[in-house]
């Protein structure tokens, strides 16, 4: 059953939770986190979205973020960033 869109409320803060396919992990190295911090950076101010905490695991993200508008959040999370061991 496919899942219903989420809908995010512009200031509304939301609780992020991106895992790695499988709960395989994301990173495998120092500089793959800070890659993740750098792209999420440019992605929030890029999208309109205010960052206000994060926490990078070895197989998944929380992030805690408002948008300043109805998209923001959706187009900031799902960041392109194909990271390699």
Not at 42 to 67: F, I, Q, R, S, W
Not at 69 to 85: E, S, V, Y
Request: charged letters at 15%.
């Amino acid at each position: 059953m496919p899942q219903k869109p989420r809908v995010y409320m512009v200031g509304v803060s939301c609780h992020i939770i991106q895992r790695g396919n499988n709960r395989q992990p994301c990173f495998f190295a120092e500089q793959n986190y800070q890659f993740y911090l750098e792209c999420l950076n440019d992605a929030c101010k890029k999208y309109k979205v205010a960052l206000h905490a994060y926490v990078l695991m070895t197989n998944h993200v929380h992030l805690l973020m408002t948008p300043e508008r109805a998209d923001g959040i959706c187009r900031a999370h799902f960041l392109p960033t194909p990271l390699t061991h």
